[in-house]
C-alpha cells in the first residue's frame, strides 16, 4: 500500500453529494463515486463533509518569546486538530516579527513542525510602537513570503503611518491588517461600555472606538487605492462601516472571531477573565449582527484571534488579567454552532468564509482551493453530528484559556489531510508532513 | 450565609436582617464594656490591597467587640510584577486558617474571585472593590437613614424598610462603589433614589439603573429630598476633562451654603446630609453644611461598626449558618 495514497470514501463534498475523493502525492488525482485504487488507504467517510483545510488569518503562537504560552509546535498542533492547514501568526512575538530574519525564524519554525502552513504576519511598524514603518519588503521578499502586516493587539492609530502603510504594501500585493481600537478612547479598558460594564465598575471599551477607527481605515483605503483587512471586527455598528464601504467598492476585508458569533459581556458579570478578550465581548445585538454580516458576506472571514496564555495570567484579579482567548480547536464547532445550525449558512459558505477566501486576502498558494482534480490536497473531514464537551486540559494547545469550557458544541474535525499527508486521523494527532530534504548545491 | 460580596442581588430579607443585627449590635457599643463572646476564637483578616484607614479600623473595631482575633494584613503594589498574586495571598491566608476575608481591592470584582475560586474556603467580606461595590457601606448608609426615616415617622426602626423616603446622591457616580451599592440597595429597600452628577460623571448604560438621573442639583433638592448625600469628587478628574474646574463642579454640584440655606427656605427641615468620606471640604461639601445638625457624618461612622458588626456576625456566627443554610447575603454565582 502505497504510504501517500488515500481515498475517502463516501464524503459529502462541501455538504452536497457523497462522492470519493483519492489523494495521490499531495493532489486530489480524481473525485467521483466508486473510485478505486488498490493501493490507497480506504477511509471510510460516511456521513462526514469533506472540506478545504480552514486557512486562520489571525492567531497568536507566542514563539519567539512567550514559549511559556505557546509554541509553534503545539500551536500548529492545536491547528491540524481544530481542520486547518494554514495559520497566520501574528507579529507581536518577542522580539517583535518586524524583521526579515524574525519572518524566516517562524516560517523555519513551521516547516519544521509539519502539522500546518505557518504565514507569519509582518510588524506594520518597529516594535509595534507606532512610530515608524518597519521593513516591509523586506519581509515580502524573504523566505517567509510575507504578504499580510499587522500591528495586532496594538492600532496602528497615527492616521498618517497608517495611510503609509497602505499605500506601501501595494508594491508587493500586501495588505495591512488593522487592529481597530483607538487608544485615547480606550485607555485602561476592561470590558465592553455599556449596561454591563455600568453595573461591574469597570471601565468600558466602547464600540465607537472601533468604529471610528473602521471608517477613517476604510476611506484612507479609497484614497491611496489599497487593500484593507479589518481584524476581530465586533459591534454592530463596524458590521455597518464595512457593508457601506463594501457598497462603494472599497477594497477593504473583514474577520470575526468565533467568540464574538457566541459569547456576550453578560459573562464578564462572573468577573472570571477567561472571558476577557480584545475587542472585548459585546452584547447580543452585536452577535446577531455579526453572524448576519458573515452571512452576508460584509464579513469575509472567521479567523480565531487564537490567544493562549499562560495559567497566571488568567488566575488573578480582571483589571490583571491578559487579554485573549484560545480558539484552533473550538472554532469550526462554534461557526458550526452559530451559522449552520441557525440555518444562516452552508457547508459552502463555511468552505469560504473558513478556507477559500483568507487565503485570498493572505495569498497563501496552494490553500483553500476547491476539492477538484488536480488541486492540492489540503482537505479535511468532519463529522456535523458528533457533540462534544469542550475540556481545555484535553487539547493541544497550551493554553488552557478557552472561554468554551464545559460548553456542549456540535461537530468534530476526523481527519485533516495538509499537503496529502494526514496529519489528523481518528479525530487524533497522526503524524506531521515532513518536507522534502532540499539538495544542497 | 457564606459571603457578602455586593448589594445588587441582596434580598429584602436579608438587607433586613442586617440592619435589624446591626440594632442589636448598637447597644453593645453604647455600653461600658463593648465586647460580646459571639466570635471568639475565629480568626478574622482585614486584607487590604488599597490605603482605606477608615475602613480597616472600622472593621476591625467591628470584630474585636465581637471577640474575634484580627490579623491586618497590608498588601498593596498595584501589579503582578510588585508582590504576591491574589491568588498566593489567599492561599496563604487559607493556611493560616483565615475565617473570614475582609478585603478592599482597587480592582473591581477581586472579592468575586476570592469566593468564586478554590483558593480559600473563609467568608469574603467586599470592603470596596474598585469602581464596583461598597456594600458595607450602602448598609450603613441604610441604617443611618432608616434611623432618621423612623424618627421622622415616629416608627419603630426594627424591621422597617425605607418606603417613601426621596434619597438625591450627588457627586462621581461613575467611579463611585458607594453610589453603586446605595442604589441597589435603596431600591431594595423601597426608597426613591435620584443620581445627581455632570453627565460625564455618570456610566454609559445608567439609564437602565432602578433610579432616577438628573444633572441638576437645585431642582432635585425642590422637587423634595429627604436625604443628600454627598459623593466625594477626586480633584484630579478635571485633568482627565471629566469637569473644567474644581470651582465650576463646586458651584454646580457641589453642597455648599446657599443649597444649605435653600433647605431651610423650602422647608425641608427633616433633610439629613450624608457624607461617606474622608470629604473634600469646600469641593463637593461646605463645611458649613458638613458640620450642621443636618449631617449625619459622624453617625455613619458609628453605625459602620454596628453594621459590620453585624455582617461578621451573620457570616460566621454558626447558628445562623446552620438555621438558614439557604440564605445567602452573597449574589449567585452563575457559573
Known amino acids: 500500500m502505497a504510504e501517500n495514497t488515500y481515498l475517502i470514501r463516501g464524503a459529502a463534498i462541501l455538504g452536497g453529494e457523497a462522492e470519493d475523493l483519492l489523494i495521490r502525492d499531495?493532489?486530489?488525482?480524481?473525485?467521483?463515486?466508486?473510485?478505486?485504487?488498490d493501493d490507497a488507504t480506504v477511509i471510510d467517510a460516511q456521513g462526514l463533509v469533506a472540506l478545504p483545510g480552514m486557512v486562520d488569518v489571525h492567531t497568536h503562537l507566542r514563539e519567539p518569546g512567550r514559549e511559556d504560552a505557546e509554541t509553534v509546535e503545539t500551536g500548529t498542533r492545536a491547528a491540524a486538530l481544530g481542520g486547518f492547514t494554514a495559520v497566520h501568526a501574528m507579529a507581536n512575538s518577542n522580539p517583535v516579527a518586524d524583521t526579515a530574519g524574525v519572518v524566516e525564524q517562524v516560517h523555519s519554525l513551521g516547516r519544521a513542525s509539519g502539522w500546518v502552513d505557518v504565514r507569519p504576519v509582518g510588524a506594520v511598524t518597529v516594535g509595534l510602537a507606532g512610530q515608524q514603518l518597519a521593513e516591509l519588503g523586506a519581509m515580502a521578499d524573504s523566505r517567509a513570503q510575507v504578504r499580510m502586516f499587522?500591528?495586532?493587539?496594538?492600532?496602528?492609530?497615527?492616521?498618517?503611518?497608517?495611510?503609509?502603510?497602505?499605500?506601501?504594501?501595494?508594491?508587493?500585493?500586501?495588505?495591512?491588517?488593522?487592529?481597530?481600537?483607538?487608544?485615547?478612547?480606550?485607555?485602561?479598558?476592561?470590558?465592553?461600555?455599556?449596561?454591563?460594564?455600568?453595573?461591574?465598575?469597570?471601565?468600558?471599551?466602547?464600540?465607537?472606538a472601533e468604529e471610528s477607527i473602521i471608517a477613517r481605515d476604510v476611506l484612507l483605503a479609497q484614497h491611496v487605492g489599497s487593500r484593507l483587512h479589518v481584524c476581530h471586527v465586533s459591534t454592530a455598528g463596524s458590521v455597518e462601516i464595512v457593508r457601506w464601504a463594501k457598497a462603494r467598492g472599497i477594497n477593504v476585508t473583514a474577520e470575526v472571531t468565533p467568540h464574538h458569533l457566541l459569547l456576550t459581556d453578560e459573562l464578564v458579570r462572573s468577573y472570571d477573565p477567561v472571558y476577557k478578550v480584545n475587542p472585548p465581548l459585546?452584547?447580543?445585538?452585536?452577535?446577531?449582527?455579526?453572524?448576519?454580516?458573515?452571512?452576508?458576506?460584509?464579513?469575509?472571514?472567521?479567523?480565531?484571534?487564537?490567544?493562549?496564555?499562560?495559567?497566571?495570567?488568567?488566575?488573578?484579579?480582571?483589571?490583571?488579567?491578559?487579554?485573549?482567548?484560545?480558539?484552533?480547536?473550538?472554532?469550526?464547532?462554534?461557526?458550526?454552532?452559530?451559522?449552520?445550525?441557525?440555518?444562516?449558512m452552508t457547508w459552502a459558505d463555511f468552505a469560504r468564509v473558513t478556507s477559500f477566501t483568507p487565503a485570498v486576502i493572505g495569498r497563501v498558494v496552494d490553500q483553500g482551493r476547491p476539492l477538484e482534480v488536480g488541486e492540492p490536497a489540503n482537505v479535511i473531514l468532519v463529522d456535523p453530528a458528533a457533540r462534544w464537551t469542550v475540556d481545555p486540559h484535553k487539547m493541544a494547545t497550551m493554553g488552557r484559556n478557552s472561554p468554551f469550557k464545559g460548553k456542549e458544541l456540535p461537530g468534530s474535525v476526523v481527519a485533516t489531510f495538509f499537503k496529502g499527508h494526514p496529519t489528523v486521523l481518528d479525530g487524533q494527532l497522526n503524524t506531521p508532513y515532513r518536507y522534502p530534504a532540499v539538495s544542497s548545491n | 450565609m457564606k459571603h457578602l460580596l455586593s448589594t445588587e442581588n441582596l434580598s429584602l430579607f436579608d438587607a433586613i436582617r442586617v440592619l435589624d443585627t446591626a440594632e442589636e449590635m448598637s447597644v453593645v457599643g453604647e455600653r461600658e464594656v463593648k465586647k460580646l463572646p459571639a466570635l471568639r476564637g475565629r480568626t478574622v483578616v482585614n486584607l487590604f490591597f488599597e490605603d482605606s484607614t477608615r475602613t480597616r479600623i472600622s472593621f476591625e473595631a467591628a470584630a474585636k467587640r465581637l471577640s474575634a482575633d484580627v490579623i491586618n494584613f497590608a498588601a498593596k503594589g498595584s501589579s503582578v510584577s510588585k508582590g504576591e498574586s491574589l491568588k498566593d495571598t489567599a492561599q496563604t491566608l487559607a493556611a493560616m486558617g483565615a475565617d473570614a476575608v475582609v478585603i478592599r481591592h482597587w480592582a473591581s470584582g477581586a472579592p468575586h474571585r476570592l469566593a468564586a475560586t478554590d483558593w480559600i474556603d473563609a467568608a469574603v467580606i467586599n470592603a470596596g472593590d474598585g469602581t464596583h461595590e461598597h456594600p458595607t457601606q450602602a448598609l450603613l448608609d441604610a441604617f443611618t437613614m432608616r434611623r432618621h426615616w423612623s424618627q421622622v415617622n415616629g416608627t419603630e426602626s426594627t424591621g422597617a424598610d425605607l418606603k417613601g423616603m426621596r434619597v438625591a446622591i450627588a457627586g462621581d457616580v461613575l467611579h463611585s462603589r458607594v453610589a453603586r451599592s446605595n442604589v441597589w440597595l435603596l431600591k431594595t429597600l423601597g426608597a426613591e433614589v435620584t443620581l445627581v452628577a455632570p453627565p460625564t460623571l455618570l456610566p454609559i448604560g445608567v439609564e437602565r439603573w432602578p433610579c432616577k438621573v438628573s444633572y441638576n442639583l437645585d431642582e432635585t433638592l425642590e422637587a423634595g429630598t429627604d436625604a443628600m448625600m454627598m459623593l466625594r469628587v477626586q480633584g484630579e478628574r478635571m485633568n482627565a476633562s471629566f469637569f473644567p474646574s474644581t470651582r465650576e463642579y463646586s458651584r454646580r454640584w457641589g453642597f455648599d451654603d446657599a443649597r444649605l440655606r435653600a433647605l431651610d427656605d423650602l422647608g425641608m427641615k427633616d433633610t439629613i446630609i450624608m457624607h461617606p468620606g474622608?470629604?473634600?471640604?469646600?469641593?463637593?461639601?461646605?463645611?458649613?453644611?458638613?458640620?450642621?445638625?443636618?449631617?449625619?457624618?459622624?453617625?455613619?461612622?458609628?453605625?459602620?461598626?454596628?453594621?459590620?458588626?453585624?455582617?461578621?456576625?451573620?457570616?460566621?456566627?454558626?447558628?445562623?449558618?446552620?438555621?438558614?443554610?439557604?440564605?445567602?447575603?452573597?449574589?449567585?454565582?452563575?457559573?
Open chain 2, 278 to 335: 474622608p470629604m473634600n471640604r469646600g469641593l463637593e461639601i461646605s463645611s458649613a453644611a458638613a458640620d450642621s445638625p443636618r449631617s449625619t457624618v459622624l453617625a455613619q461612622v458609628r453605625n459602620g461598626v454596628s453594621v459590620r458588626m453585624a455582617a461578621l456576625y451573620l457570616l460566621l456566627s454558626g447558628d445562623s449558618r446552620e438555621a438558614a443554610p439557604n440564605v445567602s447575603l452573597s449574589s449567585k454565582e452563575t457559573n
Open chain 1, 150 to 208: 499587522s500591528d495586532d493587539g496594538i492600532c496602528v492609530h497615527d492616521p498618517v503611518l497608517m495611510r503609509r502603510a497602505l499605500e506601501y504594501v501595494k508594491a508587493f500585493d500586501g495588505v495591512v491588517a488593522q487592529h481597530a481600537q483607538e487608544p485615547r478612547l480606550t485607555a485602561g479598558a476592561q470590558m465592553n461600555e455599556g449596561a454591563v460594564s455600568a453595573v461591574l465598575g469597570l471601565t468600558g471599551w466602547p464600540a465607537v
Open chain 1, 26 to 37: 499531495g493532489v486530489i488525482e480524481a473525485r467521483g463515486k466508486d473510485l478505486s485504487a
Open chain 1, 282 to 344: 459585546r452584547t447580543d445585538a452585536d452577535v446577531q449582527a455579526l453572524r448576519e454580516g458573515l452571512a452576508d458576506g460584509t464579513i469575509d472571514v472567521v479567523g480565531t484571534d487564537h490567544a493562549p496564555h499562560p495559567s497566571e495570567h488568567k488566575e488573578c484579579e480582571w483589571a490583571q488579567a491578559a487579554m485573549g482567548m484560545t480558539g484552533l480547536e473550538t472554532a469550526l464547532s462554534v461557526v458550526q454552532e452559530t451559522m449552520i445550525e441557525t440555518g444562516l
